[in-house]
């Protein structure tokens, strides 16, 4: 396959974000980080609502928990699972991890036991790290005999602060059967870890996600290629060492990882976080801090403009805004632009394209297809070969303006799937990694999202398939058949739907409230079904597959 779709031709209109020659040698992560820590361990390294710690504070922290974990057997090559929200104890396991040269598996928190035991399982984990208020139900239950290291949201705000609403009426747990995190670095500090440093083509994460087909992945990120997607923020949004980021995307997400706490240690500049999202926090804190630069999804920024005390904060440094991980309206970006003078800038990437794949410059404003009206997501990034394809016939290179199967090949594409030789070879062939989604290039580069090939749900960046649900879903005694599928949400972009028809018996007895509260309880928050329709036959082929495109089709108004 030659490549029709070469990012460079079209850049010529863009000189001043092109990036012309990567580095040779890219860094890891923990290089940019402890870069910074050498030339002004004072700097500023995280804000967490009004509590700062410098980067020579994050590195003594870092240090001494990489001491205690290697006590506990973290060698290596070893992964460590993360459970966490948005504080600082997570961006400080994650150095001390690759102080030891082991491997980070970041976990959603909303996970249940469940849904974390299979990420276990599959990452061979040996240490695990989660918030406290999480230990009792989805933690301790499939531990086994891993040790594991709790901590608290509050541990590193300090005594007499207030406490932000978010965090009010809960209170600091301990267990006899799991390490504190705080009193595991009291009791190292001061110590060295074995000098085990990573090389930027040793991993850095496995993280998971459902990509195209099946249950969840370990995409295996190196460091090198977060190295890669650093390089492009810095040029595609014009940052700098005056910048301050907002750590608004979940650190468990590729967004968070590169966008956030990756592009914070690349410029050596403050990374702003606040556990959980709440729009009256965020909103204070970018004042307070004046941040500069994120990467969130449209939801963010949707419940930003709806806050009531929007008009009381002054966030009018706040330029450097960018939205992915789900559609964004044109009508959604010129509100935002006449009501809170921000223009909404669009990205495109996936897990196995470590973040960006494809970014609109800043001070560029994308076009709208005039034949799907989609808004363009940008320009395929420098170093990245791009091809259209045929869906059909994969071969089969399309010209500028078809529509087909997205396609990529470049050094910010993973290698491949942990330990899923035949997954891997299903979506990667010869470094050609097929991404699944529908999309079009123009013949100035302006790439548009039209579909996506299979039937993952987008639930405000967060990936749902389909099977996961239905699971679920048929572990209840009334439910015959089920078909799940993702549906026009304005706030999410797409929330999910499950159409159920009944067992013999349960007609008029089982209601779609109690489905919904049987998935609630069953799986993560974004994942269970905000709609059920109870119907009399699914629709399927002569050959019984479920026709979800009908189901779609008939939702779509």
Not at 16 to 29: R, S
Not at 154 to 164: A, I, M, Q, R, Y
Not at 169 to 189: C, N, S
Request: with cysteine; hydrophobic share 40%.
């Amino acid at each position: 396959m030659t490549s029709e779709y070469d990012a460079r031709p079209w850049l010529k209109n863009y000189p001043d974000w092109f990036v012309p020659a990567l580095p040779e040698n890219p860094e890891t992560v923990l290089d940019k980080f402890l870069r910074t820590t050498a030339a002004d361990p004072g700097m500023d390294c995280i804000h967490y609502f009004d509590v700062s710690f410098s980067y020579g504070q994050i590195r003594e922290m870092a240090a001494a928990l990489a001491a205690g974990l290697a006590d506990k057997g973290l060698a290596a090559g070893d992964r460590m699972l993360m459970v966490m929200q948005n504080i600082p104890q997570a961006v400080i396991a994650s150095i001390a991890a690759w102080m030891r040269k082991a491997v980070v598996v970041p976990v959603n928190p909303m996970y249940t036991a469940r849904e974390i035991d299979h990420l276990l399982a599959d990452s061979g984990a040996s240490v695990i790290i989660c918030e406290d208020l999480l230990y009792e139900k989805a933690v301790k239950p499939i531990a086994g005999s891993r040790p594991v290291i709790t901590t608290s949201a509050l541990d590193l705000l300090g005594k007499g602060k207030t406490l932000p609403q978010q965090l009010q009426g809960i209170g600091k747990q301990t267990f006899d059967h799991a390490t504190d995190f705080v009193e595991l670095i009291k009791e190292a500090a001061g110590k060295s870890p074995e000098s085990t440093r990573p090389h930027a083509d040793d991993l850095a994460y496995l993280v998971y996600t459902s990509g195209t087909t099946g249950p969840p992945k370990g995409a295996m990120i190196s460091h090198a290629n977060i190295d890669h997607t650093c390089w492009i923020y810095e040029s595609a949004c014009r940052l700098d060492s005056s910048d301050v980021v907002l750590g608004v995307a979940p650190l468990f997400h590729i967004t968070g990882i590169v966008a956030h706490q990756a592009i914070a240690f690349h410029l050596g500049v403050p990374m702003v976080l606040h556990n959980r999202f709440d729009a009256e926090d965020v909103l204070r804190l970018i004042e307070k801090y004046r941040v500069t630069f994120t990467v969130a999804s449209i939801t963010v920024y949707i419940a930003l403009l709806n806050h009531p005390g929007l008009k009381h904060y002054n966030i009018s440094h706040f330029q450097k805004a960018y939205s992915g991980g789900a559609p964004v309206a044109p009508g959604t970006v010129d509100k935002f632009r006449q009501t809170m003078g921000l223009t909404i800038y669009n990205v495109y990437g996936l897990t196995e394209s470590t973040s960006p794949a494809t970014i609109t410059p800043l001070g560029e404003q994308g076009p709208v297809d005039e034949e799907s009206g989609a808004l363009s997501v940008g320009l395929v990034i420098p170093g990245l070969e791009a091809w259209i394809v045929d869906v059909s016939e994969p071969q089969k290179i399309l010209p500028p303006g078809r529509e087909g199967e997205l396609v990529l090949r470049g050094p910010s594409i993973v290698k491949g799937y942990w330990q899923k030789p035949e997954e891997t070879a299903r979506a990667i062939d010869n470094g050609r990694f097929y991404t699944g989604d529908v999309a079009k290039i123009d013949e100035q580069g302006w790439c548009y999202i039209v579909d996506r090939k299979k039937d993952l749900i987008n639930v405000s960046g967060f990936k749902v398939w389909p099977r996961d649900v239905e699971d679920i879903l048929y572990q209840h005694p009334g439910v015959r058949e089920a078909a799940v599928i993702g549906i026009f949400d304005e706030y999410r972009g797409e929330t999910v739907k499950a159409v159920v028809s009944l067992n013999d018996g349960y007609t008029g007895r089982v209601e779609p409230k109690e489905l919904i509260g049987f998935c609630k309880d069953r799986m993560a928050a974004y994942k269970y079904p905000r709609v059920v329709e109870i119907v009399d036959q699914i629709p399927k082929t002569p050959t019984g597959k479920i026709l979800r495109r009908q189901l779609r089709s008939k939702n779509s108004g």
